[in-house]
């Protein structure tokens, strides 16, 4: 009686002992800085919104980089950042890096609870949840910030399914209403979220037996259609123009992430922060997925059909993966965190008739090994440079690993070490176009306009097409007397982001031609976008003043004065304009 007490006892410490162990794994990551990989551009980049604007309704109005241009809608995952940066009071990747671990941690907690839906025993859910937070192929996802996203919606996707079981068991109102949720959560935290109300329903019509549809579920059918409506919105109004331009080839291409990431999963060996699709990984993926459709079709005590829900599981919660592609990686491991969940869950199952021992052995050995490899993994994420130096493993890409020299270099101003990096990563790939239009960068600031307009020309041929590549190769026009080709391209950056710089340089440009209605449509164009714009009301108040209209032009001159009154020449500029006007 006392021995079953203990194990009792022991088996409530379980789910705190997993998460005590996650956390303990990557507290590493506590000291890491940034990778200078995504989070540059998604934090950094937006550095002036987190610490001062914070806006919340920016958050959900813009995508996942704080534009309107972007394929990636991920509202959930920037104001978690937003809430970092509260906590922290500036950005701190230290900051950054504990919630990510702490997310992980929640992630491997609720995991093992719903483990124990499926029918899996305490102790290989235990067992289970261990190796699956130990395994190397998840350093990613808690080392590497930008994985916010997914460490979100397989928290939230997790939970979901936790309480849609416990919804279909007891039909009871609380349940549903943290299905909608968490749903909603996983939702706006990616979009892969949006497939699960399908496997919602695959699951009630595979594990029930006798599935009714009553008031209560269609109660969370509306509210769950709700949501979808008003993320569907929210999306739209945030990505208007999107830079998607996926091939037939790039997403055939991309199903090679489902035998890699079996293969990688069964055999993790094979570590790159920028991973590749090399022959053994898939050819070991194509042989576990004959063997996993082998074995739903053979009989055994688990019926075929949970067998079938587990592999769709992992295929439709892949599936929204397939829908982009870059061109400096096959894929990224931390994408396959959620999907993999059901081919551990399928592996559990078909082992828990084996011996506990030996269960419990092999489970211990795997755990040791795989977190002792996941601790080293991990290190690679902890600088730029040790994570482009782990970026070196993708032999098939050597363009990868130059390409993200460069980017380091040309952060610490190391320009020509940089040009060099680029030219590289070019020479390996003629197309790669981000490495064209960084290098084209690094040659506009050293004076190079020539050479940096042949660099973006190039890019935005090859489909490199958003606000920043427009307004830089605009800039370049004007250092070379093209003021048609300038004001052209600071048309076309404007199509993809409103800036009150932009309009105010268009103004400028129009200005200095002559056109001087026109000059003040564009300035008063900034004043719209940002009204403390100073530079605008300057030189609105001057082509107004050109323009005869003395009126206006002191208008906005007294407005200046009054955002900031040593502004230079702005005294000198109302005294002249007041000279002009009629007594």
């Not at 610490?51 to 309704?57: L, V, Y």
Request: hydrophobic share 50%; proline share 3%; charged share 15%.
């Amino acid at each position: 009686m006392q021995k079953s007490s203990f194990k009792n006892n022991f088996k409530t410490f379980y789910p705190f002992l997993i998460f005590c162990f996650s956390f303990l794994l990557y507290a590493q990551t506590l000291n890491f800085k940034f990778t200078m990989f995504d989070d540059d551009s998604l934090l950094m980049a937006n550095k002036e919104f987190f610490t001062k604007d914070g806006s919340i309704s920016k958050i959900f109005t813009t995508d996942a980089f704080m534009q309107n241009n972007k394929t990636f809608y991920r509202p959930l995952q920037n104001l978690s950042f937003l809430i970092d940066v509260k906590i922290a009071g500036k950005l701190n990747a230290g900051m950054f890096h504990f919630s990510n671990v702490l997310l992980f941690s929640l992630i491997a907690f609720s995991l093992y609870f719903l483990l124990l839906k499926f029918n899996i025993s305490y102790l290989h859910a235990f067992l289970g949840t261990l190796f699956y937070s130990a395994h190397p192929l998840f350093a990613s996802s808690a080392a590497w910030i930008p994985a916010r996203g997914d460490l979100l919606l397989t928290l939230f996707s997790i939970l979901a399914f936790i309480f849609w079981i416990n919804f279909l068991h007891h039909k009871k109102y609380s349940a549903l209403i943290i299905t909608w949720l968490c749903f909603t959560l996983a939702l706006f935290s990616k979009e892969t979220a949006a497939l699960l109300p399908v496997l919602f329903l695959i699951y009630l019509l595979i594990f029930e037996h006798k599935p009714k549809i009553d008031v209560k579920m269609v109660l969370l059918g509306f509210l769950g259609l709700c949501t979808a409506l008003a993320w569907y919105y929210l999306r739209n109004l945030s990505i208007i123009n999107s830079d998607l331009d996926l091939t037939t080839s790039d997403f055939l291409q991309n199903l090679l992430a489902i035998p890699a990431s079996l293969a990688m999963f069964v055999a993790p060996y094979h570590f790159s922060t920028v991973p590749e699709f090399t022959p053994v990984k898939l050819i070991l993926g194509f042989a576990l997925l004959c063997l996993m459709v082998v074995l739903i079709v053979k009989k055994s005590a688990l019926p075929r059909g949970e067998k079938i829900f587990y592999l769709l599981w992992f295929l439709l919660l892949l599936l929204p993966t397939f829908f982009a592609k870059a061109k400096e990686w096959d894929y990224l491991d931390h994408r396959f965190l959620l999907p993999l969940i059901t081919v551990l869950i399928f592996l559990l199952l078909h082992i828990q008739k084996i011996s506990k021992t030996k269960v419990i052995t092999v489970s211990v050995i795997l755990i040791s090994v795989f977190s002792i490899v996941t601790f080293l993994n991990a290190q690679a994420f902890s600088t730029p440079i040790t994570f482009y130096e782990a970026a070196k493993d993708n032999k098939n890409k050597p363009e990868v690993y130059y390409f993200l020299k460069g980017n380091i270099e040309q952060i610490t101003e190391k320009y020509d070490k940089a040009l060099q990096s680029y030219n590289a990563a070019i020479f390996y790939q003629p197309e790669h176009y981000r490495a064209l239009n960084n290098r084209g960068i690094i040659k506009q600031t050293k004076g190079d306009f020539e050479g940096a307009l042949a660099d973006y020309n190039r890019a935005i041929d090859l489909g490199l097409k958003n606000y920043h590549i427009f307004k830089n190769r605009g800039t370049v026009k004007i250092h070379l007397e093209d003021a048609a080709g300038a004001i052209e391209d600071f048309e076309s950056a404007l199509e993809f982001e409103p800036h009150a710089d932009t309009y105010t340089t268009l103004g400028i440009i129009c200005g200095q031609n002559g056109e001087v209605e026109k000059s003040i449509d564009y300035l008063t164009k900034a004043i719209e976008t940002d009204p403390t714009y100073t530079l605008a009301y300057y030189n609105r108040s001057f082509a107004k003043y050109i323009s005869s209209d003395y009126t206006g032009a002191l208008a906005d001159c007294n407005t200046l004065f009054a955002i900031d009154s040593l502004y230079p020449n702005v005294r000198i500029l109302k005294e002249q304009i007041k000279k002009n006007l009629k007594p």
